[in-house]
Nanobody, 118 residues
Framework: QVQLVESGGGLVQPGGSLRLSCAAS????????MGWYRQAPGKQRELVAT???????NFADSVKGRFTISRDNAKDTVYLQMNSLKSEDTAVYYCNANHPVFSASRYWGQGTQVTVSS
């Protein structure tokens, strides 16, 4: 059974920071591309950041320079460090695992709420 479990969400003031974690099980973590997506109220789910097994990263323009994605293969965990948070970052954040060859092997976590408000 594949499981992706997010943690680290919460309420933070504008300009603050949070670090999200996603612990994976049931997959060969080291070969998967990992990603973070988010969905704000009334909006479609959008890509935030991805990181490949080789360490290559990709970020949405809206978070470049503020967010960092990283992975620890020894812990089967991917992280999203979020700095200089804005109210528009408020969303449910979802962890994603995507097999680099077999594209049908794509998995999602249940999400963690991030609220940026004063």
């Amino acid at each position: 059974q594949v499981q992706l479990v997010e943690s680290g969400g919460g309420l933070v003031q504008p300009g603050g920071s949070l670090r999200l974690s996603c612990a994976a099980s049931g997959i060969t973590f080291s070969i998967y591309t990992m990603g973070w997506y988010r969905q704000a109220p009334g909006k479609q789910r959008e890509l935030v950041a991805t990181i490949t097994r080789n360490g290559n990263t990709n970020f949405a323009d809206s978070v470049k320079g503020r967010f960092t994605i990283s992975r620890d293969n020894a812990k089967d965990t991917v992280y999203l460090q979020m700095n200089s948070l804005k109210s528009e970052d408020t969303a449910v954040y979802y962890c994603n695992a995507n097999h680099p060859v077999f594209s049908a092997s794509r998995y999602w976590g249940q999400g963690t709420q991030v609220t940026v408000s004063s």
